[in-house]
């Protein structure tokens, strides 16, 4: 039996170290061997932890406990905590989860007596990649493109730091994709991304007719987005988006570029730019549109919209 103890806010990453213990195990029986628990009150993670394999062979329990962090157990409590952990299966493996919000710098309290315990065990922590470590970014998007068979133009690499940040999953799925547009060429170009990839230039030209009240320029740039992905991964990267820029336009009074960089996931560049193109845009029209399009997403993945796209059309044009 080995406990180990994951926490930070690089998502993809500690789901990527997960996989790995997961394919360990007898794919015949993943149902029975492989258990995920979210935050389970406490006397249901004194059972989980004391959890033994149904069959032969090894088990594998993830447990996500960032809700553990922000409360105190008793003395009493954290001894059966450490008694459960100690006195697993040996063919049973524990993962503590504590995943937090992208960019947010937030961490579990080191000072709490779950973290000493937890950290006496295999503890790692996974931080996103600031943006402006570009080379620290380039080396994992050359990495992924490595494993895929791919080779990326150094232009091709800026563009993805630049439209995409430091999300890396979001990086690792736009490259799957432009291996599918590139076969059977490997080689990637920066015209390549533009074509496939939603940029921020491809969202603000959007969003700059649709927040100055030109709906017929709007609704022909949406038309173009549709081109590039199906409408619904559309208004995810508009909700995305539009997030951060809420998140400029109330905080740019206070903060630096540099600041709101690492506060957005953007690079200090795009983040300039990003400023400077709404500084016309209303802050309350922002806040509209990012409500309209949740509800839009809602009644579409809900099934109460039958129409998908019209659903989205209503939402950005109201």
């Known amino acids: ?150 080779e990326l133009e150094k232009d091709a690499v800026n563009a993805i730091i630049s439209q995409i940040g430091n999300n890396l999953r979001q990086i690792n799925g736009e490259l799957d994709k432009l291996k599918l547009f590139a076969y059977p060429n490997k080689k990637i170009t920066k015209k390549m991304l533009n074509e496939l990839c939603i940029s921020n230039e491809d969202l603000f030209a959007f969003s700059d007719y649709l927040m100055t009240g030109e709906k017929d320029k709007a609704l022909l740039e949406y038309r173009k987005l549709l081109e590039k992905k199906y409408c619904l991964e559309i208004v995810s990267a508009l909700q995305t988006m539009i997030r951060k820029w809420i998140t400029l336009k109330a905080k740019s009074s206070k903060l630096s570029a540099f600041e709101l960089s690492k506060l957005t996931g953007q690079h200090e560049y795009v983040v300039k730019l990003s400023l400077q193109k709404l500084k016309n845009t209303n802050l309350k029209d922002l806040v509209k549109l990012k409500r309209n399009l949740t509800e839009a997403e809602f009644n579409i993945k809900s099934g109460m919209s039958l129409d998908v796209e019209q659903e989205v059309e209503n939402a950005l044009f109201r």
Do not use: H, W
Not at 66 to 83: C, G, L, R
């Open 1 to 150: 039996m080995a406990v180990y103890f994951f926490y930070g806010d690089e998502e993809f990453d500690i789901e990527q170290e997960v996989l790995k213990f997961k394919k360990g195990l007898d794919k015949n029986f993943l149902e029975m061997s492989f258990k995920t628990f979210d935050n389970p009150k406490f006397s249901d993670l004194i059972s989980i932890l004391r959890m033994q394999p149904m069959m032969f062979g090894k088990m594998l329990v993830v447990i996500k406990c960032e809700s553990y962090f922000s409360k105190t157990f008793e003395d009493k409590e954290m001894k059966q905590i450490e008694e459960a952990l100690e006195d697993n299966s040996d063919n049973t493996d524990i993962v503590m989860l504590a995943i937090y919000p992208r960019n947010e710098g937030k961490k579990p309290d080191s000072r709490k007596k779950l973290f000493k315990l937890l950290s006496k065990y295999n503890v790692k922590d996974f931080p996103s990649i600031p943006t402006y470590k570009t080379a620290e970014l380039e080396g994992r998007i050359k990495k992924f493109a490595k494993s895929k068979d791919l």
